[in-house]
């Protein structure tokens, strides 16, 4: 195994990667899932994965039915030691209970601690010892028993005792939008002395509405949400959290540009579909920002789009990582009613 | 044909789309290049094509010959009536003379004037009149006659006569590049009252020396210039634009760190290769900032690099527009000789 090979444990988990050699976690197409801390390691007793909505997208088009999109996650986690979805390269997030802490462990965690995971499923060697059994293949949200590695470096938060476990993990999932949402309206408040227009595509979301959220309580100014249909329309507007909803097909730039009406100071991209980064554009003010946080972005197709339309906007691959966002997220789903309304709709 | 049909210009050139309908061009798989143009076009008689970087390498990677890759660059444009290459979704820019400009274009063109695109090739409609047969297929500067075709909204740069055209093409191409690191050397000094540290990956190449050229008159403070082999590192302490030149391959993240040193406050991304997402995040130190200027950046390797590596950087999109930045870049070119020097070693 590599890590009696190396000798050495890292704390970006450079001692785990089995394929190809040298490679950070996450880039490896194969890591070593053995259940052994290292010292700085700890191991977690899985209870549940939660699949990145693109990914779990993808495997449902490809795959079709429950069963055999069931069999295509096992066989990628059999095969690589990690969940991550080949054609995606996404992977999601896990809850379970801290089994084991190695002695130079400096995450904070105790055996016993009831936790969900803050880095990619991409990068977290994960062994699935139940076959997955208890799943039936039709929901992202996948019961588990297993076993998972956290390095030194990785990011895991101790879950709340007031919030259910299901709606705690769907809100960490996404606590990277709300948070650098909130960061866009300061910035942008504090250098130009004025309330950014903010506009949130997928706004009935978990990362859409949190956003939206985040956004009001950051002191912005006029809130746009949009969303794919009426349905989900009456619900935004039932929970409150935008001046105005909107009801457009992201994919379609000007179709979108119109429902908006004045472009946004700060777009916000929370639509888990290929093909929105021209409309999220074109709905953007000129010196405005927009903060991608869909997995299915296309680099190209956003970096050109702003060439081709002369927009001088800044464009921003959404960070899942910042510090404090899972606190900051929690916080916000038990404060503002609508969110957790729209959440609990969705789940 | 759409225009016909349709009856409306739009300043995007949605009127130019054949299919599918109602998309914007870059998103187009097929526009119409008819070489007449609308009230607010502007029709150019096309003399060279600048192909985008990546673009050109998955050619010659997959075509092998000269021959096979004009071929191959020949069958896209007849298809698709633009240069878009369908693998990396990337194009490229092009030079030619003003044939014809419709009554109501904004653009300030007239006819004969000398000019680059600085839209790309993947929403400018495009035909090709003479086969390539002046170009050997071997690299990506394409000598061509034919016509193409800006739209109301499109950005072109008249050509300067102090500027050998072949280089002018070549700084014009990269222009957004240095015109995003000034901005951001700028605003971190005006944010946090010091001078931001910066590495450029790639730097011994158009956009990465360009960039280092900027970061130094905004300001910067140190400059660390990274390439791939020792040829070229020479060529870059020859140039005189950094502090320091260090060897390394930007995809090998933990190699990368080591080489970079101290982690910057600004990177640069210039590497025309995929795999340089996570070391750049891990050579950037915490609440700096990565702008990433290749087309073959992965967006889910950047987003979930950064999550994996609880680093907390701000990753953009690099958008190849920026107001002024056409002669932005040149002045830079004009001004320091190491610049040119470097490009005219790569030409």
């Known amino acids: 195994m590599a890590n009696v090979v190396q000798g050495v444990s890292s704390p970006y988990g450079l001692h785990r990667v089995l394929e190809p050699a040298g490679v950070l976690p996450q880039q490896a197409w194969r890591l070593d899932p053995d259940p052994r801390p ?123 005792d007031d919030v259910p476990d299901v709606l705690a993990l769907a809100v960490l999932d996404v606590c990277g939008a709300p948070a650098l949402t909130d960061r866009l309206v300061r910035e942008h408040r504090a250098t130009r002395a004025s309330a950014p227009s903010v506009c949130v595509l997928g706004a009935g979301g978990k990362s859409g509405s949190l956003s939206l959220a985040a956004a009001r309580v950051a002191g912005a100014g006029r809130l746009v949400g949009v969303v794919p249909t009426e349905a989900e329309a009456a619900r935004l507007r039932a929970a409150g959290l935008a001046d105005h909803v909107a009801v457009a097909d992201a994919r379609d ?72 966002h899972a606190a900051f997220a929690l916080d916000l789903f038990r404060s503002e009613p609508g969110v957790r309304a729209l959440f609990e709709s969705r789940s």
């Not at 965690?109 to 994960?126: C, F, Q």
């Open 38 to 160: 290292w010292p700085d390691e700890v191991v977690v007793d899985v209870e549940r994965l939660n699949l990145d909505a693109a990914s779990f997208r993808q495997l449902r088009e490809q795959h079709g039915s429950g069963p055999a999109v069931r069999a295509a996650v096992l066989d990628i986690v059999a095969e690589r030691g990690k969940m991550q979805n080949p054609v995606t390269g996404s992977g999601g997030m896990l809850l379970g209970t801290v089994r084991e802490v190695g002695p130079a462990s400096p995450l904070g965690l105790r055996a016993g601690d009831r936790i969900a995971t803050l880095v990619s499923l991409t990068l977290t060697p994960l062994r699935i010892e139940d076959g997955l059994q208890r799943w039936d293949g039709a929901g992202e949200q996948v019961p588990c028993r297993g076993s998972a590695v956290l390095f030194a470096r990785s990011i895991a938060a101790v879950l709340p």
């Open 253 to 324: 730039p000007v179709a979108l540009a119109g429902a908006v009406g004045e472009p946004a100071d700060v777009t916000v991209v929370c639509v888990d579909v290929p093909g929105c980064e021209h409309g999220a554009i074109l709905a953007t003010a000129d010196s405005g920002v927009v903060a991608f946080f869909s997995m299915a972005t296309s680099f190209p197709a956003a970096a050109l789009g702003a060439e081709g339309l002369a927009a001088d906007v800044r464009l921003l691959i959404g960070n899942g990582y910042v510090p404090g």
